[in-house]
T-cell receptor, first 111, second 113 residues
Framework: DAKTTQPPSMDCAEGRAANLPCNHS???????VYWYRQIHSQGPQYIIH???NNETNEMASLIITEDRKSSTLILPHATLRDTAVYYC????????????FGAGTILRVKS | DAGITQSPRHKVTETGTPVTLRCHQT?????MYWYRQDPGHGLRLIHY???????DKGEVSDGYSVSRSKTEDFLLTLESATSSQTSVYFC????????????FGEGSRLTVL
């Protein structure tokens, strides 16, 4: 399994960009990077995913380095409602669609 | 929001009793999953299904069984509940295997005394 490493916690000021890093140095060429978040006591929520190109949707942007060994999730204008645990996941292809969740990063957005 | 309903949302039971959690979807998605979440362990996959009557084990399947007789329902059964199975259980669904985009339910909190 490709492992991911994320900082345990981060703080961000409301209205500022939140940049959440993820290291996945053992990622294989056909493995995607996924980001999910979990707001307290709710089910995880899909944010974005990518293979090697940068991706953007209405929630966030995903920047993947050229060597694919790390990535950054960017929330362009963080709000208090973005306070959550953010999970960076590398899809384990041999298990089909199963996703393995790590400990994630607790993002605290402060006013 | 994806049409996923978990029931019951909260349950307290005693050691040794059978428990069944139900996940119901209205999306007609092929793939369904059961995860459990515990402090210090994060989310861990229990079982998953890739179609009616097609299921397979996840990383923490011991003590659990599942059934999927209809596309819309995925049942998780604890034949004889133990205190170690006290947890929050999340069901998830996915339409396409390749995309890997899972939609999660709101969770079922189970306490085994």
């Amino acid at each position: 399994d490709a492992k991911t490493t994320q900082p345990p916690s981060m703080d961000c000021a409301e209205g500022r960009a939140a940049n959440l890093p993820c290291n996945h140095s053992t990622i294989s060429g056909n493995e995607y990077v996924y980001w999910y978040r979990q707001i307290h006591s709710q089910g995880p929520q899909y944010i974005i995913h990518g293979l090697k190109n940068n991706e953007t949707n209405e929630m966030a942007s995903l920047i993947i380095t050229e060597d694919r060994k790390s990535s950054t999730l960017i929330l362009p204008h963080a709000t208090l409602r973005d306070t959550a645990v953010y999970y960076c996941i590398v899809r384990v292809v041999e298990y089909g669609n199963k996703l393995v969740f790590g400990a994630g990063t607790i993002l605290r957005v402060k006013s | 929001d994806a049409g996923i309903t978990q029931s019951p949302r909260h349950k307290v039971t005693e050691t040794g009793t059978p428990v069944t959690l139900r996940c119901h979807q209205t999306e007609n998605h092929r793939y369904m999953y059961w995860y459990r979440q515990d402090p210090g362990h994060g989310l861990r996959l229990i079982h998953y299904s890739y179609g009616v009557k097609d299921t397979d084990k996840g990383e923490v399947s011991d003590g659990y069984s599942v059934s999927r007789s209809k596309t819309e329902d995925f049942l998780l059964t604890l034949e004889s509940a133990t205190s170690s199975q006290t947890s929050v259980y999340f069901c998830a669904i996915s339409r396409q295997e390749i995309r890997g985009e899972l939609f999660f339910g709101e969770g079922s909190r189970l306490t085994v005394l």
